[in-house]
């Protein structure tokens, strides 16, 4: 076999003689690259999609098992959640409960009408229908039943604040209006010596208006506002001597004479009961005693109506 070899530039052939050996071998090569061609061009997809299909596999499972531990935990979170907000149902539950037996408690002692106060009952409500509910075709959201006990039971609470608010309101005014309220004698310990009214006057022999009441004692005791107010009046005063005065408001006041020691002065607040001054003889008296006297309406009025009052 013979091959020649032309150059198109310089025109230059050559020539090569095979022999059988060599053709053979020839041959060989030529037949065997289109065939390990169609070979490799067959087998390396399928190579390369076995390892991106491993790959994508392994990944897969990775994700998933990342997205299986986040799912347990938000449902561990999601129980623990349910739970405290369990227990706090139940707190506030247990405070509901004592918020109703204080307010039954707080009604009884301060002898309100049945009915005006219904502590452990559900709190009145109610009002026009929304037209854009009843009308439309959708229903109205529902709360889970969780969500909605929660929210009953934190409207119950609201209305039993509401409820103790006005009634810790209307007792304090009570409380002001008993404080206010004229009832008892100016003293702890002693004896009434002189009545109101018509006597002779120790000094000038005389009957004459003895427009207070006399309350005779141990010099240096006690003598007690008989109720809450304000001091008008906390020095010597003619025929008096040291005198306390306590205006109560609505139109009363009282006064307190003859004291050896004042303890309050002008301006100050006195509370029922308070401590005033100190039984004396100042002024124009005979011996230790207190000259007490109730005014209505700027007008002296008998003591004695008031001392026989108990407090309301």
């Known amino acids: 076999m013979k091959v020649i070899l032309v150059n198109e530039r310089g025109g230059v052939s050559r020539s090569f003689n095979f022999g059988g050996l060599s053709k053979a071998l020839l041959g060989l090569c030529l037949l065997g690259l289109p065939v390990g061609a169609l070979w ?37 979170q999601a129980r623990e959640q349910l739970t405290a907000l369990t227990v706090k149902l139940a707190e506030m539950q247990a405070r509901l409960t004592r918020l109703d037996a204080l307010g039954e408690r707080l009604t009884t002692i301060a002898k309100l009408d049945e009915g005006e106060f219904q502590f452990g009952s559900m709190p009145a409500v109610g009002g026009p229908e929304d037209p854009g509910i009843a009308g439309g075709s959708e229903l109205p959201y529902q709360p889970p039943e969780f969500l909605e006990a929660i929210g009953d039971l934190s409207n119950q609470i609201e209305d039993r604040q509401m409820q103790l608010s ?19 004698r100016p003293i702890n310990r002693g004896w009434m010596s ?79 009961g308070q401590v005033i001054a100190l039984m004396g003889s100042s002024g124009r008296s005979t011996g230790p005693h207190v000259h007490f006297e109730v005014f209505k309406n700027d007008r002296q009025v008998d003591p004695a109506s008031y001392i026989r009052r108990t407090g309301r």
Do not use: C
């Open 40 to 76: 490799i061009g067959a087998n390396l997809p399928a190579a390369e999609s076995d390892v991106f299909d491993a790959r994508a596999v392994k990944a897969w499972n990775k994700a998933l098992r990342k997205q299986q531990e986040q799912i347990d935990t938000a449902d561990q």
């Open 194 to 272: 002189s009545r109101y009214g018509y006597r002779t006057d120790p000094f000038s022999g005389r009957r004459t208006l003895h427009k207070g009441v006399d309350f005779a004692g141990k010099k240096g005791s006690d003598v007690v506002s008989v109720a809450a107010g304000v001091v008008t009046w906390a020095e010597e005063r003619s025929g008096y001597g040291q005198l306390v005065e306590v205006n109560h408001g609505n139109g009363y006041k009282t006064r307190y004479g003859h004291n050896s020691e004042l303890k309050v002065g002008l301006g100050d607040v006195v509370k029922k």
């Open 166 to 184: 006005t009634l810790d309101s209307l007792m304090a005014r009570r409380q002001l209006q008993d404080e206010q309220f004229i009832a008892g």
